[in-house]
Structure formats: C-alpha cells, structure tokens
C-alpha cells in the first residue's frame, strides 16, 4: 500500500486559503488520492478524490503534481468550522482505505 | 439518505460480557468496512467486507467477530475484551466498484470496557 506523508500540524487564518500537502511517492499508476477530514469526535467525512487531473468540488481543489507524486489540498475560504484533521489517503487494492497521521488544520480569527 | 447510522452510540461493557455493534446504510453501497480509533490517533481499519463476503481481515484478535447478514448491515460482536479496547468504532460504506468512490462515515460507537 503506497504511504503518505503529511504535516503533523498547520494554522491557517479565517477567510484565507488553507493549502494542505501530501506526499505520496510510491504511489501505483491507477491508485486515486483521497482526502478526508475529522471534526473532533465525529466520523471521517469525505472531502474530495483524484487520479491524474486537478479536481473541484463545493468544499475543495485538489492539485495533483504531474508526477502524482505529491498533491494539495485546497480550502478557498478557511472557516472556523474547517478546523479539523485532514487526511491524505491512498486507496490500496480491494477498496483499501488505510489511514496515515494525517494534518491538524487550526483555522483561527 | 447518505446517512451510516451506528447502534449504540455509547456502550460499556464488563471483560465478561458479550455486546454487538450495528451499523445500517441504505444507500446500495456493497462495500462495508470497521475502523478502531483511539484517542488522538487515526482511524484503523479492522475489516472490509464486500458484497457481503469478508475480503480484508487486518490480523484482528478472534474477540472482534464480523458480521454481514445482508447488503444493508455490519454487526460487530465483542466477547471477552480487554480495557484497551475501548476506543471509538467506525462504520464506513462505499461502492465496491473499483477506487473511484467516496466512502461514508458513521458517527461511531464508543466502546468503554472496565
């Protein structure tokens, strides 16, 4: 299973941009680069998933470098409700969802 | 309804006791999974089942016993757990259809055992 590597932790200032990185260099040709997030206490919630191409959705972009080897995800306009855990994930084989450490977003006013 | 509804949410069981956990989802998804979480630590995947048939055991003590009595529900059944394994049990659902699909979360069951 590729492994990924983030920033343990990341402070971000209300109404910015919060550019979250990933890196995943052993990562397959035909695996997809999922991002999940986890309010204190409550199940992971899906945030967004790619293969090659950038991809926007209503929460977030996601860029992936042409290589697939790393990748950012992107909150447009951080809120204090998008502080979270953020986590990277390399969906294995058999529907695989393994999660790493993952990157504590502290979004402040 | 996108919803992953877990049963119970809060559970406290003796080292003695057997209990199961129940998860339901109504979205069609064949794929459904079991994270362990403690605190302040990441989800772990435990089980992953698939069109209702066990795929992916990830080493699990024989105390966590799965459970897929149909497309719609995931049972966990505890017997004789220890005190580290309380922690917060997740439910998750997919497509099973390759990798191109988001997973839903439920809320969880938080498992104390004294």
């Known amino acids: 299973d590729a492994k990924t590597t983030q920033p343990t932790s990341m402070d971000c200032a209300e109404g910015r941009a919060a550019n979250l990185p990933c890196n995943h260099s052993?990562?397959?040709?035909?695996?997809?680069v999922y991002w999940y997030r986890q309010i204190h206490s409550q199940g992971p919630q899906y945030i967004i998933h790619g293969l090659k191409n950038n991809e926007t959705n209503e929460m977030a972009s996601l860029i992936i470098t042409e290589d697939r080897k790393s990748s950012t995800l992107i909150l447009p306009h951080a809120t204090l409700r998008d502080t979270a855990v953020y986590y990277c994930i390399i969906e294995g084989y058999g529907n695989k969802l393994v999660f790493g450490a993952g990157t504590i977003l502290r979004v402040k006013s | 309804d996108t919803e992953v509804t877990q049963t119970p949410k809060h559970l406290v069981m003796g080292m003695t006791n057997k209990k199961s956990l129940k998860c339901e989802q109504h979205m069609g998804h064949r794929a459904m999974y079991w994270y362990k979480q403690k605190a302040k630590k990441p989800p772990e995947l435990m089980f992953v089942y698939s069109y209702e048939k066990l795929s992916i055991n990830e080493s699990v003590p024989s105390r966590f016993s799965p459970e897929c009595p149909n497309s719609s529900l995931l049972n966990l059944h505890l017997h004789a757990l220890q005190p580290e394994d309380s922690a917060l049990y997740l439910c998750?659902?997919?497509?099973?259809?390759?990798?191109?699909?988001?997973?839903?979360f439920g809320q969880g069951t938080r498992l104390t055992v004294v």
């Open positions: 052993t990562i397959s040709g035909n695996e997809y």
């Open positions: 998750a659902s997919s497509q099973p259809t390759g990798r191109n699909t988001e997973a839903f």
